[in-house]
T-cell receptor
Framework: LAKTTQPISMDSYEGQEVNITCSHN???????ITWYQQFPSQGPRFIIQ???TKVTNEVASLFIPADRKSSTLSLPRVSLSDTAVYYCLLRGDDKIIFGKGTRLHILP | NAGVTQTPKFQVLKTGQSMTLQCAQDMNHNSMYWYRQDPGMGLRLIYYSASEGTTDKGEVPNGYNVSRLNKREFSLRLESAAPSQTSVYFCASSDGGRGQPQHFGDGTRLSIL
């Protein structure tokens, strides 16, 4: 299964837009790009998923370039409650692999 | 709607003891998963079940067994616990045969002394 690479940690301020980029150079044709959010002492929560171009929901946007070798999760106007670990992963079949994720810290 | 429920939430075992972690989902999902998460690490898949009566090994299956006796429940058993199995265990479910884990429980924190 293809591996993903994302920054270990990021800091931002309340009200800012946060973009977290994930690299997946060996993405397969049938892989979907999926993002999860995890708060301390909780299980991960599904945020968004896409295959190509742009996907938007009430929580975030996901930008995927034409070559699909990377993707960017965009969180608009973050708040302190968005402090969490964000995981980028590829879904090609029933088995998926979580990386170490990006620890996002929102400052007041 | 409870989603995915795991029991117990916390457990301390001695090396060599056995125990079963329970997981139940009330969303009528076909697929269920067991993951472990170690400090500073992402989740690693232990076992996966695509449907009742079927199971498949994940990345780190050694030392574990699973049972999917019905659609709702998926249990994880440690036959002889080892300190290396100290971790947080998450159960998850999804509604498709090719679906990602959509809903996670809140985890079981297991310490093995």
């Amino acid at each position: 299964l293809a591996k993903t690479t994302q920054p270990i940690s990021m800091d931002s301020y309340e009200g800012q837009e946060v973009n977290i980029t994930c690299s997946h150079n060996n993405i397969a044709t049938n892989d979907y790009i999926t993002w999860y959010q995890q708060f301390p002492s909780q299980g991960p929560r599904f945020i968004i998923q896409g295959y190509k171009t742009k996907v938007t929901n009430e929580v975030a946007s996901l930008f995927i370039p034409a070559d699909r070798k990377s993707s960017t999760l965009s969180l608009p106007r973050v708040s302190l409650s968005d402090t969490a670990v964000y995981y980028c992963l590829l879904r090609g079949d029933d088995k998926i692999i979580f990386g170490k994720g990006t620890r996002l810290h929102i400052l007041p | 709607n409870a989603g995915v429920t795991q029991t117990p939430k916390f457990q301390v075992l001695k090396t060599g003891q056995s125990m079963t972690l329970q997981c139940a989902q009330d969303m009528n999902h076909n697929s269920m998963y067991w993951y472990r998460q170690d400090p500073g690490m992402g989740l690693r898949l232990i076992y996966y079940s695509a449907s009742e009566g079927t199971t498949d090994k994940g990345e780190v299956p050694n030392g574990y067994n699973v049972s999917r006796l019905n659609k709702r429940e998926f249990s994880l058993r440690l036959e002889s616990a080892a300190p290396s199995q100290t971790s947080v265990y998450f159960c998850a479910s999804s509604d498709g045969g090719r679906g990602q884990p959509q809903h996670f429980g809140d985890g079981t924190r297991l310490s093995i002394l």
